[in-house]
């Protein structure tokens, strides 16, 4: 059952990456996220524990109806029979057989004092217990892969014991016996040296299964694939308990770009930055903007000496072109920007500025003097856009006349805090005076602005402040120091992220604000 050549892609997120702290996935989120995985071209996605609990066992009724995979096919997770029972008359394992999964992955102790301790049986019914369950979802059509838990700290204190219940599993049927790193201790030799031997004295396919409690277990899992292994697991977004599992897509990114093997469907891999955002929407964890390959970091070069390299050759500072991965280079204009900095951001927003030394020496100049006084334009490349087209056009973007503003917070008789906003403006010719309400002050100014620009632009309706940071900056000074407002407005499609600057955080809060709309009424207008 090799979908992909003879390697198999293994995905289990929805079940150990499930295991997360503050990850909570419904059944919807579930299916959701295996069409994306799938749209990555995994060969194989563990549903879930059927059996175990009610989520899992209706994620798997609905996939046989809601699914329609492509490129994976759905695997099923669960234990072997319980001592002294036959694996037929097992209720879980009866869950597994009914699933509708044609694969079952099947966790196994493989670690003797588990067994005896965690288990309380003998060393022989575990054998049995293996052999049983694997023998007989084997006969009822089933694939079985088998997940020797705790393996390496098993092979460690017992290797013959940890040894027999791989070559039981496999006499039995099972396909893969993956080898489970479930502490996460171990490093890339020593997987490596217990890869060659499993190899070696069982005969046995392997497979591994990497946690990154020793932040090695992107490197042990392919330390295992180049001892022999052919089945890898891991997570997407390296989801997972404690630390997480293997970050699947940095280990199949590695696999294909620098090992030159194929191991997903020709052309997939450049899904992987969209794939891996989507799947962290879905999740609601924030992705990693230092996440190899796929984060927004991943290729965002800010010193002016590395500008000046890329400018020449952006090869120069990239490890691979970021295409390749769906990625893209970005250019982050800081204090430390150098002309080549500016000048190649302006490039990727639109702006030839290769002829006009002096409007690039201006901007660079006035990039560094705000970032003094506490503005940053790494996060906020809208309000840098907004800058650059202010020095290239003569004139700030501008879509309203602000006449004043004013905010007001009251604490009310049944202790309920409101504030009130009152925005005076003008915009396409006529004056507008708008008073609006929120949970806070800045939510009561983004409404009253929103409001009235929203009469003379109804395109503003789209437009939604989706986040919100605050920073204070030069904090010896207290409630004094000055303060910077990151906020992320989105129209849909979209987001771009501006920054305001001031001596309070209502103050800075407006500049950001009044900025984002701008940013977004000008997108849209051109």
Request: glycine content about 10%; hydrophobic content about 40%.
């Amino acid at each position: 059952m090799d979908l992909h050549g003879s390697f198999h892609v293994y995905d289990t997120t929805l079940r150990d990456g499930a295991q997360q702290e503050g990850l909570n996935l419904s059944v919807a989120d579930k299916l959701s996220i295996a069409r994306q995985l799938d749209g990555l071209g995994v060969g194989y996605i563990e549903g879930g524990w059927p059996g175990s609990n009610p989520k899992d066992t209706e994620f798997f009724r609905r996939a046989s109806q809601e699914l329609e995979l492509t490129h994976a096919k759905l695997a099923a997770f669960g234990a072997t029979r319980r001592a002294g029972v036959r694996a037929a008359d097992d209720p879980l394992v009866a869950a597994l057989r009914d699933s509708g999964a044609g694969v079952v992955t099947l966790v196994a102790k493989s670690h003797d004092r588990h067994v005896e301790l965690a288990l309380r049986t003998t060393l022989e019914e575990n054998l049995a217990m293996v052999r049983d369950t694997v023998t007989h979802l084997r006969e009822e059509g089933q694939t079985v892969f088998l997940d020797a838990e705790h393996f390496f700290d098993g092979y460690r204190a017992n290797r013959a014991y940890a040894l027999e219940v791989l070559r039981t599993a496999a006499e039995a049927g099972a396909e893969v016996v993956a080898l489970c790193d479930t502490n996460g201790g171990m490093l890339p030799d020593w997987v490596s040296d217990v890869v060659l031997d499993v190899i070696e004295s069982t005969g046995a396919r392997v497979g591994i299964h990497a946690h990154n409690d020793s932040g090695c277990a992107v490197a042990n899992s392919l330390a295992a694939v180049a001892a022999g292994a052919s089945h890898v697991q891991g997570c997407i977004n390296g989801y997972g308990e404690r630390t997480g599992n293997a970050d699947l897509v940095t280990v199949v990114a590695n696999l294909e770009l620098k090992l030159d093997r194929t191991v997903l469907p020709q052309g997939l891999l450049r899904e992987a930055t969209r794939i891996a955002h989507a799947v962290a929407e879905v999740t609601n964890v924030p992705p990693a903007s230092r996440q190899p390959y796929v984060g927004t970091s991943a290729f965002a070069h800010k010193a002016g000496l590395h500008a000046s390299a890329i400018k020449v050759d952006p090869d120069l500072y990239q490890h691979l072109d970021p295409m390749v991965v769906g990625n893209d280079m970005r250019l982050l204009v800081s204090d430390m920007a150098g002309r080549a900095s500016i000048e190649l951001k302006g490039k990727e927003l639109g702006y030839d500025l290769s002829e006009d030394r002096d409007l690039v020496t201006r901007v660079t100049d006035r990039v560094k003097e705000m970032e003094q006084r506490g503005y940053t334009f790494e996060a906020a490349d809208a309000s840098f856009e907004l800058l650059l087209a202010e020095e290239v056009e003569g004139a700030r973007p501008s879509y309203v006349d602000v006449e004043s503003w004013r905010v007001i917070t009251e604490t009310r008789t049944d202790g309920e805090a409101v504030s009130e906003a009152t925005v005076k403006l003008k915009a396409e010719g006529v004056r507008y005076v708008v008073t609006g309400e929120g949970n806070g002050p800045v939510n009561a100014l983004d409404a009253a602005l929103r409001e009235a620009i929203g009469q003379a632009f109804p395109e503003v309706a789209k437009f939604e402040l989706i986040d919100y940071k605050v920073r204070i900056l030069d904090q010896g000074h207290g409630t004094d120091a000055i303060t910077r407002v990151l906020i992320e407005t989105s129209d849909g499609a979209s987001s771009w992220v501006t920054v305001g600057v001031g001596a309070n955080v209502i103050e800075a809060s407006w500049g950001a604000l009044v900025d984002g709309l701008t940013f977004g009424l000008r997108r849209h207008h051109r």
